[in-house]
């Protein structure tokens, strides 16, 4: 195997960063925004796009900066409360980068996104052709979730920010993401802690989930280390690259880019991925979940097989025909995700048969596998 790049050659071969940037950093407790932090994010985007690089920032800080603007004395409870105060903050945001891109001769892009834009293969594709647009006018897209119109209940959320950015490094293939937050990177133990070590390098997300220690409830940002580090899985996964490190540190973003050992790097795991599988595979909402026996298990995911119905045990969910599914072994861990060739009624009804069987079942049988190799993405 040939040995992994060091950071310096990663971070010069980084030609698209997505830089993401949490509440903490933004604001205070109070709300109040941090204007001068801003401008100093502003003016490190506004120096790697004159130098060539496209850039693209995710920003929170909606809740935080509508807290302050309206003086509320926390958080609000209710959906409709937080929506409207996200939406007095979203406006205050962006006032904020487009003051500070201008003086640098660049104008701030404001993109919401909801996750119904990214589930949809044709909006998403359009999300990226206008990303793509933007570079091409010298503008900085300043993204986040729309949080005026996501619907909670419904779970039609991106989830959190540090979940969109990596979709959105995914989305336009960015060999590194930044996830800027108020600790230098991941810590092996509670970063209060005096005896906390900062880990310089990670190689596998999954060997490190359990140092994300939960933060108290009620605080204004979402995500948590737990949504940084499933972040740095969904990058690395794809054959990318993530680093976690302090967005108040000055000059950061510039510092990092040039190669200075700054924050925690997660490194890519094996090659970079297609754009159609890493939309399969992160970034589109399964509608359901087929369970897999072993040997099926191991046709997927060792051999690179489609999935034949002989080897699925159980369905969950409602779905239809050329809808997204996970693929679970019989532990329930996901294996892989693809497209169905059936709805899950039908799916039910042929599940543990061979070809020859399914045509007398549906009295019809066209398609040889449920999940083609094609159209299926394995999680790694
Ligand atoms: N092992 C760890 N190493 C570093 N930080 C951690 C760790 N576990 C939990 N955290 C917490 O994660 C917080 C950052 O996540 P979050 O609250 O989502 O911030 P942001 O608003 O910047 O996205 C830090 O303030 C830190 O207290
Ligand atoms: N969309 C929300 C941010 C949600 C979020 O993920 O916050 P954070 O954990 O600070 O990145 C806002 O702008 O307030």
């Given at each position: 195997m040939p040995a992994a790049p060091h950071r310096s050659e990663i971070v010069a071969g980084a030609h698209t960063v997505v830089a993401k940037v949490g509440t903490r950093v933004l604001t205070a407790p109070d709300g109040s925004l941090d204007v001068a932090r801003i401008e100093s994010l502003a003016g490190q985007l506004a120096?790697?796009?004159?130098?060539?690089?496209?850039?693209?920032?995710?920003?929170?800080?909606?809740?935080?900066?509508?807290?302050?603007?309206?003086?509320?004395?926390?958080?609000?409870?209710?959906?409709?409360?937080?929506?409207?105060?996200?939406?007095?903050?979203?406006?205050?945001?962006?006032?904020?980068?487009?003051?500070?891109?201008?003086?640098?001769?660049?104008?701030?892009?404001?993109?919401?996104?909801?996750?119904?834009?990214?589930?949809?293969?044709?909006?998403?594709?359009?999300?990226?052709?206008?990303?793509?647009?933007?570079?091409?006018?010298?503008?900085?897209?300043?993204?986040?979730?729309?949080?005026?119109?996501?619907?909670?209940?419904?779970?039609?959320?991106?989830?959190?920010?540090?979940?969109?950015?990596?979709?959105?490094?995914?989305?336009?293939?960015?060999?590194?993401?930044?996830?800027?937050?108020?600790?230098?990177?991941?810590?092996?133990?509670?970063?209060?802690?005096?005896?906390?070590?900062?880990?310089?390098?990670?190689?596998?997300?999954?060997?490190?989930?359990?140092?994300?220690?939960?933060?108290?409830?009620?605080?204004?940002?979402?995500?948590?280390?737990?949504?940084?580090?499933?972040?740095?899985?969904?990058?690395?996964?794809?054959?990318?690259?993530?680093?976690?490190?302090?967005?108040?540190?000055?000059?950061?973003?510039?510092?990092l880019l040039a190669g200075k050992p700054i924050g925690t790097l997660f490194v890519a795991q094996g090659g970079s991925v297609s754009s159609r599988k890493r939309w399969l595979g992160s970034t589109a909402q399964p509608s359901g979940r087929l369970t897999l026996d072993a040997g099926a298990c191991r046709a997927v995911t060792e051999r690179g097989s489609s999935l034949l119905a002989v080897g699925i045990s159980a369905v969950d969910g409602g779905f239809d025909k050329g809808d997204l599914v996970a693929l679970c072994d019989g532990a329930g861990s996901e294996v892989a995700r693809g497209l169905a060739n059936y709805s899950a009624d039908e799916i039910r009804r042929i599940a543990g048969h061979g070809k020859d069987e399914i045509a007398q079942i549906l009295g019809h049988c066209p398609y040889d596998s449920v999940v083609h190799r094609d159209h299926l993405a394995l999680v790694r």
């Open positions: 120096a790697l796009a004159d130098a060539g690089r496209r850039v693209a920032l995710v920003s929170s800080g909606a809740v935080g900066a509508g807290v302050g603007r309206l003086k509320l004395p926390g958080r609000p409870s209710g959906l409709a409360q937080l929506q409207a105060v996200a939406a007095v903050g979203q406006s205050r945001l962006i006032e904020a980068y487009n003051g500070a891109l201008q003086s640098r001769g660049r104008h701030a892009a404001q993109v919401l996104l909801t996750a119904d834009d990214l589930n949809d293969r044709a909006r998403y594709l359009n999300v990226r052709n206008t990303l793509t647009a933007l570079f091409e006018y010298g503008a900085i897209p300043v993204i986040n979730e729309n949080d005026t119109v996501r619907v909670d209940e419904l779970q039609r959320t991106v989830g959190d920010n540090d979940r969109l950015a990596a979709v959105v490094a995914n989305l336009l293939r960015a060999p590194l993401l930044v996830l800027l937050s108020d600790v230098e990177g991941l810590y092996d133990r509670a970063p209060d802690d005096p005896d906390a070590r900062l880990l310089p390098t990670v190689d596998n997300v999954e060997t490190v989930r359990s140092l994300a220690v939960a933060s108290p409830a009620g605080v204004m940002s979402r995500g948590g280390m737990a949504s940084k580090l499933e972040a740095a899985r969904l990058v690395t996964a794809a054959g990318e690259n993530a680093i976690i490190a302090n967005g108040r540190r000055e000059n950061v973003l510039v510092d």
